[in-house]
């Protein structure tokens, strides 16, 4: 998992230990590790290729040999169910690894510097927080080209402002403390400083803010592979699938309804565990 | 005076802002692989007849001066012409906008007022069974894909139970035979009179204003509960609890006028992301609007219809974002 050992309080028992007391978090841990496991074991677990077309079986009902039954083409839909956690976790982390490391450097150096560096930096995340992040990342991605990396980056560039504010003002605030202008006494300047000694207050704040925004990621890839911007087919991903199953909707309503509630589960898992870290982690929120 | 600054300091930001949006959607039709000139005369034409495009769209120009055109282009609202529909974009957008506008508006009553008494009423007693609904219907709000949930109504309400009319703003009936006033078509229908109008419009804009009201229901429920929650841990409240007020006085009479501005604030915003939401409910619900055209445009990689729905968009939700700001300004220094 993330969290584990990304600073001195989440590393340690207690931290588990309160988790689990809570019971939608825990339940949200549990799931957002089950969403993992399933990703990384799909090929294990899948009872089928994901892409086999077995033509003749065609649209069929949930039965013994396919428990939820094949799509237009043929193909097991459990199978493909298990492979879409793929896309979604990959696209997830592309997302995470862009938008939260630009906003705290961001952040870091307007806070840090302050004065016209500041000004500047804060005016550009005033400008860019007011953007539609949905419409521009489906406009960024019908413009530049469909596939997973794009989604990544669309969804990226819109949604890093957050980060950045927080980290300023965290920052801000440390710059006043005592224990950086003893760093600095000692010697400690420039990268080093902000990497060392101000980066590793900023991460606990931060991580509670990736954790909330997972969810809002996952609806927002799901949205793009619904409007066919996501993954190129026939690779397995939930939002395609719930078009795909759009057109028989009427008749074979399972084929959209499963990958939709796959999305709503996952995205339920971030959410619960989102909450129970901030309740732990962030008091103010309690 | 002082006036007079915060609004010029307000234009300034709102420009800034516009401009950012401009600079960005250009920055994509340059980082674009789809080459304008070849999708205006086709990828056979001539070399001579492929030069003239590419000089009538002005590409031949060095890039600052290509960014001033489209400046010029966006802020006098000529996106050129559609390649789907063959129509001026500006057009297309006119007659699509007020279908947006009105599912966006119908949702934005809806959400708001439900948002807001599930917030009230659930900060009111926090833990009890209020609070746990109010918490599960948050949830779910946020945990949904709205397309999926859109299918999912669509499917129960008018598939199988009959309850709701399919897809569209209108039967057939009433289609060609409503005349197109004002564009909203509930109050197209209210004003032609024709026995049954308004009400077949108003049970088509039921299920997509419904699925979009969760859009915002979510948000606006989450930080109503906390703002009030907040307020009722102040001085002015407990003292308010001290003299003997119920608690449902020190909310209503107390708590309630003082942060009015941040609930208007709550509600406004989530009306700019309905705005965004109405891209996919449009899809699945085939809903007329700016939303279901930009898509469209997105399936026929038509970039001057992609380039002026997403500005349009874009701008309105700029425009409600720093409108929002401003009136939040004024109450904050009004309370000070």
Redesign the interface.
């Known amino acids: 998992m993330i969290v584990a050992g990304a600073g001195g309080r989440l590393g340690d028992v207690s931290f588990l230990a309160r988790l689990a007391r809570s019971p939608s978090a825990a339940a949200g841990a549990v799931g957002v590790a089950l969403v993992v496991l399933v990703a990384l074991l799909a090929p294990l677990i899948a009872p089928y290729d994901p892409n086999l077309q077995e033509t003749a079986n065609r649209l069929a009902a949930p039965q013994g040999a396919h428990w939820l039954g094949t799509d237009a083409f043929g193909r097991d839909l459990l199978s493909r169910l298990i492979y879409g956690t793929r896309p979604t976790l990959l696209l997830l982390m592309f997302v995470v690894l862009l938008m939260a490391p630009l906003g705290i450097l961001v952040g870091i150096l307007a806070g840090f510097f302050g004065g016209i560096v500041e000004r500047v930096l804060m005016r550009i995340t005033d400008i860019v927080m007011a953007f539609p992040r949905l419409v521009l990342a489906f406009a960024f991605v019908a413009l530049i080209g469909p596939g997973l990396v794009n989604g990544a980056l669309a969804l990226a560039l819109t949604s890093w402002p957050a980060y950045a504010r927080q980290a300023r003002v965290e920052t801000a605030a440390l710059r006043r403390n005592d224990y950086l202008s003893a760093a600095e006494m000692v010697g400690i300047r420039g990268f080093r400083l902000l990497w060392g000694h101000v980066l590793p207050m900023l991460l606990p704040s931060a991580i509670i803010r990736i954790a909330l925004d997972m969810s809002g990621v996952i609806l927002a890839a799901a949205g793009l592979g619904f409007l066919g911007l996501g993954v190129r087919p026939p690779t397995a991903e939930w939002g395609s699938m719930v078009a795909d199953g759009t057109q028989v909707i009427f008749d074979q309503w399972w084929i959209a309804a499963a990958p939709g509630f796959a999305i709503f589960l996952t995205s339920l898992a971030f959410n619960l565990l989102a909450d129970g870290l901030r309740d732990i982690l962030d008091p103010r929120h309690g | 005076m002082h006036f007079v600054w915060v609004a010029l300091r307000w234009l300034i930001?709102l420009a800034?802002?516009l401009l950012?949006?401009v600079v960005?959607?250009f920055a994509?039709?340059r980082?674009?692989?789809?080459d304008p000139a070849t999708q205006m005369v086709g990828s056979h034409a001539s070399a001579s007849s492929y030069q003239a495009a590419r000089e009538a769209l002005g590409l031949d120009q060095p890039l600052p001066i290509q960014f001033l055109h489209y400046l010029r282009m966006a802020a006098s609202g000529d996106f050129g012409q559609s390649i789907s529909t063959g129509q001026p974009v500006a057009s297309d957008i006119a007659r699509t906008f007020p279908a947006t506008l009105e599912l966006a508006t119908v949702a934005i009553i809806m959400g708001a007022a439900l948002g807001l008494c599930l917030g009230i009423f659930a900060a009111m007693r926090p833990g009890g069974v209020f609070d746990a609904v109010a918490r599960l219907i948050s949830?779910?709000g946020?945990?949904?894909?709205?397309?999926?949930l859109g299918?999912?109504m669509?499917?129960l309400f008018y598939?199988r139970l009959h309850w709701a009319p399919g897809p569209g703003r209108l039967d057939v009936l009433f289609q060609y035979t409503v005349p197109a006033r004002t564009g909203f078509v509930l109050l197209d229908t209210w004003l032609s009179g024709k026995p049954g109008a308004f009400r077949d419009a108003l049970a088509h804009l039921a299920l997509p204003a419904t699925v979009l009201m969760f859009y915002a229901l979510a948000g606006i429920a989450r930080l109503t509960r906390?703002l009030v929650l907040t307020e009722l841990g102040q001085e002015y409240a407990l003292t308010a609890y001290a003299k003997g007020a119920a608690v449902h006085r020190v909310v209503f009479v107390h708590v309630l006028p003082n942060i009015a501005g941040q609930l208007i604030t709550i509600c406004a915003l989530a009306y700019?992301s309905l705005?965004?939401?109405a891209?996919?409910t449009e899809?699945?619900f085939a809903w007329p609007g700016i939303g279901r055209y930009?898509?469209t445009?997105?399936?026929a990689?038509d970039?001057p219809a992609?380039?002026g729905?997403?500005i349009v968009?874009?701008a309105s939700?700029?425009l409600l974002?720093?409108l929002t700001d401003l009136a939040v300004g004024r109450t904050a220094r009004g309370r000070a």
Do not use: R
């Open positions: 930001s800034l802002t950012g949006l960005v959607t994509m039709t980082l674009s692989p789809v949830l779910v946020y945990s949904v894909p709205i397309f999926w299918l999912l669509l499917l598939a906390a700019a705005l965004e939401g891209v996919l899809t699945v930009l898509t445009a997105m399936f990689g970039m992609i380039l729905g997403t968009i874009g939700f700029v974002n720093t």
